[in-house]
């Protein structure tokens, strides 16, 4: 699952379990409320159960569909998630919630077009929810439209200004854009929102990171980690200023960590390889850009050290080899790129 999508769960929620008369129905309810009970204490196992029974005793739920598949998803369920969300919304087409719940899952599996469709509809319906708004502008952003992510996020933060959400998203979008500046900013008032919220200390540590403030980006890194400590990706983003500041074994230590909690965190794999490279350790290193690579192939960096890496081991062609994907993802290359393309066509001719 994204990095993206994985962060906006708690922007969905359970609905009640209110719903028709009758002995069943009440009982298909009070089954319903204790699952949200277990789920909102993240008892993901026992709400899936008390949901089911809601199901045995009305069939028709909507709700209970709706909130069973919420609790699959946040096990990593998303294929379980959908049927769940498909059935809620066959007895329910109006349930936005579902709707939200539906384009979430669907971006987690890369059908990102499917979850823009949801969240569409489901603006249609609630157009003064400023969480839909939000959960659109994520899509955007994994399609890489970040203007019309910014405009989402904007209308998300007219319609409820102290959403913290909406503003950290807006930061992430201006972030990726080169708007540094106006990226803090946004950073401040969701941590002035809420002080607890980790990921926007990730987003601060991050960009302080950019910035050459590797101090103040480890104490605000320290910060999410310390509230969050199960994310991979504030490990990696740790990770990258101790490699920075020159402390390559707390680098490893950091890199590693976010590995073991989220094998999907490419970056992790790009930064452990070109430390590992530095050690001479050049199988491992490779494997390491190899994985990253594999993950993320349009990863240009990635390409780009290993190239270094085979170059060092004189496997002169498939260096070259790299550095032209690495050329076709970047296009301009800077001066001393020109010199290391120059230096592998040399000895190419060589040979």
Known sequence: MSR????????????????????????????????????NKGELERAIDDYSL????????????????????????????????????????????????????RCGKGEIAAGLADFNRAIELTPRDSKAWVLRGAAHMQLGEFDAAIADFNEAIRLDPRLAAAWRARCGARYVKGEIEAA??????????????????????????????????????????KLDPLQGYFYNNRGKVWYLKGDFERALGDLDRALELDEGVAPAWLLRGVILA??????????????????????????FNRAVVLSQQGRFPEAAADFARYRKLVGKLKPEEEQLWRELKGHLEQK
């Open 4 to 39: 993206c999508i994985g962060l906006l769960f708690l922007l969905v929620c359970a609905v009640s379990g209110a719903q028709a008369q009758g002995s069943r129905a009440q009982s298909a309810a009070s089954y319903v409320e204790r699952g949200n009970g277990w789920l």
């Open 54 to 105: 809601a199901i045995i005793f009305d069939g028709g739920h909507a709700g209970a569909y709706h909130n069973r598949g919420l609790a699959r998803m946040r096990k990593g369920d998303l294929d379980g998630a959908l049927r769940d969300f498909d059935r809620s919304l066959e007895l329910n087409p109006r349930l936005a919630m579902a709707l939200l719940s539906r384009g979430l899952a």
């Open 184 to 225: 803090l900013g946004d950073c401040a008032q969701s941590l002035k929102l809420n002080p607890r919220e980790a990921m926007a200390l990730n987003d601060r540590g991050c960009i302080m990171t950019d910035k050459g403030d590797l101090d103040g980006a480890l104490g605000s890194l320290d910060q999410a980690i």
């Open 278 to 303: 530095k050690r001479s350790d050049y199988p491992r290193a490779i494997a390491d850009i190899d994985q990253a690579i594999k993950l993320d192939p349009r990863l240009a960096d990635a390409w």
